[in-house]
Each structure stands twice: as C-alpha cells, then as structure tokens.
T-cell receptor, first 112, second 114 residues
Framework: AQTVTQSQPEMSVQEAETVTLSCTYD???????LFWYKQPPSRQMILVIR??????QNATENRFSVNFQKAAKSFSLKISDSQLGDTAMYFCAFRPFGQFYFGTGTSLTVIP | NAGVTQTPKFQVLKTGQSMTLQCAQDMNHNSMYWYRQDPGMGLRLIYYSASEGTTDKGEVPNGYNVSRLNKREFSLRLESAAPSQTSVYFC????WGIGHYGYTFGSGTRLTVV
C-alpha cells in the first residue's frame, strides 16, 4: 500500500524565519516522484516543488527547498524567509506510477 | 489559457437530489481525475480517466459516476446526494498520467448536502 504521512497538522512561523514541514511515505517502489502542493485560502492547489527519486540532489525553487532522504522515505519542505503569502495548507504528494497519493496536509500560519 | 475549469464553484443540494460537476481542460492533457477533499483526510481519488474513452475507480467511488465526454471534458455525477458527500471536489489533469508532471487543478467545487 502507498501511504503518505504528514505528522504536523498545524504549524506557525514568524515572518522572515525558516520553517520545515515534514512528510514521510511508504512504498515498495524504487522509482517515483514527490511533490509539495500549496493551498492558500483561495482553495486553488498550486505546485510548489517536485523531486524525482532517482536524483540525489535536493530540489530547490527560490525560497523553497526539500530534504529528500530516500532510505528513510522522508521528504521535508523548507521555507526560508517566510512571507505572509506563505500562509496556506501544504500537501505532500507521492506518485509511484499513475495517480498521486496525498498526505493529510499541514496548515501553516505566518505570523507578522 | 484557462487551464482546468470547474463548474459550479458552490452548490447546496438536498439529500436525494442529483447533480453533475463539470470539468474541462484546454491543455491537451490525456489524463483527468476527480478528488474530494475533507478536513483531516487530505485528497482522496474518486475516479480517473487515463485517456479519452477510459475511466477507472479510485479510492472512494461509491455514490459517484463519471463520464469522459471527450478529451477536454470529464464530469462527475452524484445520482442521489447524501450528507456524507458534503466536501470540496477538485478536478485535475496531467499530460500523460505518469512521471514527473504535476497535476493542474481546477479551483474546486464546495458542495453541501443538507
């Protein structure tokens, strides 16, 4: 079975600080893809960053970066220099083949 | 370029009523999906269509039907709505249904069944 676990239902961070959101997954597949999606209050799902499991280098997109530990099946998201616009629900997603599997989400609040 | 368009954005139904959620994409994507989002449960797959002419059940298909009308359109039908179907529904699409391409999502439909 493919499962994705986000163990932090809610988090908060001061503006300009750094925060890390955790995600673990369980799979027997060796090739897969991992994603983080952001869902602001507008409800729109926005792709933040993606990682290919066969790549050892961690993906980076501006202030967003991941710490991918394949052996530990861990895929955390680091947000640097947090901004008020980062306030949103964040979903970790895993794609071994075909459909995505989503975690239950982490609600992040950036405090001014 | 509109991406994925879902209609309606909000809907209130009475128990037992039927309705169809519409989804259309203009990106020439092959695969389309319907998810429901519930608090504390993330997004769960209802049905998907890997390519035009095919549909398959996802994790939570009971109480729903789908139609892949053509390559652009994928509708979700509730034949007899139940309060347990109160949720936010998302349609999504992607080019090939595999690989590193992320989904493109619609803006969602908030459905309340009373």
């Amino acid at each position: 079975a493919q499962t994705v676990t986000q163990s932090q239902p809610e988090m908060s961070v001061q503006e300009a600080e750094t925060v890390t959101l955790s995600c673990t997954y369980d799979t027997s597949e060796s090739n897969y893809y991992l994603f983080w999606y952001k869902q602001p209050p507008s409800r729109q799902m926005i792709l933040v960053i993606r990682q290919e499991a066969y790549k050892q280098q961690n993906a980076t997109e501006n202030r967003f970066s991941v710490n991918f530990q394949k052996a530990a099946k861990s895929f955390s998201l680091k947000i640097s220099d947090s901004q008020l616009g980062d306030t949103a629900m964040y979903f970790c997603a895993f794609r071994p083949f075909g459909q995505f599997y989503f975690g239950t989400g982490t609600s992040l609040t950036v405090i001014p | 370029n509109a991406g994925v368009t879902q209609t309606p954005k909000f809907q209130v139904l009475k128990t037992g009523q039927s309705m169809t959620l519409q989804c259309a994409q203009d990106m020439n994507h092959n695969s389309m999906y319907w998810y429901r989002q519930d608090p504390g449960m993330g997004l769960r797959l209802i049905y998907y269509s890997a390519s035009e002419g095919t549909t398959d059940k996802g994790e939570v298909p009971n109480g729903y039907n789908v139609s892949r009308l053509n390559k652009r359109e994928f509708s979700l039908r509730l034949e007899s709505a139940a309060p347990s179907q109160t949720s936010v529904y998302f349609c999504a699409s992607d080019k090939w249904g595999i690989g590193h391409y992320g989904y493109t999502f619609g803006s969602g439909t908030r459905l309340t069944v009373v």
